[in-house]
T-cell receptor, first 117, second 114 residues
């Protein structure tokens, strides 16, 4: 157990639907990151939050949004789902903020596997 | 643009033999380099990092990596492979642009045969 908790583990839904993925970071970590892993595009950084504030954006689609709450857990919302959104979505956490070396030492959750039919 | 390449999609090694997983990078300035491992149905785990100092970096599970500035490489090594080392290995480099995030290689599947 890495200390990063992601729910749900598996999710099957239909095109056009909306889903929410949830992440609880490791105790003491203030940064949360979301990644998408697919066979054709590899590991893609989506977004980072630090202590409730958005800190960096990667290849996140406009149909996707995220937030980090005061208790530091985070949610990734995926809407108007398409077949191509089927992927493994990882949450990771770290102690530091971007720019700090510790920020790149990430602890990953086990992932949420999304299947869009 | 900064990038990292893992030239081998898959590496096959017999148990007990030394293993090497290759990584090359392209950055402006001094690189911050990382290796992560992903076991089947698991999230990635941090193995080791190079920031500065000794070119040979030791990490978890007996792995080490050698930083070579002239060859812009950061190869992952282990003297004696175990079947349990079979996994997907990712090399990454810090992006010193605006977001300081990791730029990831495509991953190398390591298969250790008994």
């Amino acid at each position: 157990d890495s200390g990063v908790t992601q729910t749900p583990k598996h999710l099957i839904t239909a095109t056009g639907q909306r889903v929410t993925l949830r992440c609880s970071p490791r105790s003491g970590d203030l940064s949360v990151y979301w990644y998408q892993q697919s066979l054709d595009q590899g590991l893609q950084f989506l977004i980072q939050y630090y202590n409730g504030e958005e800190r960096a954006k990667g290849n996140i689609l406009e149909r996707f949004s995220a937030q980090q709450f005061p208790d530091l857990h985070s949610e990734l919302n995926l809407s108007s789902l398409e077949l191509g959104d089927s992927a493994l979505y990882f949450c990771a956490s770290s102690v530091g903020d971007r720019g700090q070396v510790g920020a790149n030492v990430l602890t990953f959750g086990a992932g949420s596997r999304l299947t869009v039919l | 643009a900064q990038s990292v390449a893992q030239p081998e999609d898959q590496v096959n090694v017999a148990e007990g033999n030394p293993l090497t997983v290759k990584c090359t990078y392209s950055v402006s300035g001094n690189p911050y380099l990382f290796w992560y491992v992903q076991y089947p149905n698991r999230g990635l785990q941090f193995l080791l990092k190079y920031i500065t100092g000794d070119n040979l970096v030791k990490g978890s599970y007996g792995f080490e990596a050698e930083f070579n500035k002239s060859q812009t490489s950061f190869h992952l090594k282990k003297p004696s492979a175990l079947v349990s080392d079979s996994a997907l290995y990712f090399c990454a480099v810090r992006d010193f642009g605006s977001n300081y995030q990791l730029i990831w290689g495509a991953g190398t599947k390591l298969i250790i045969k008994p």
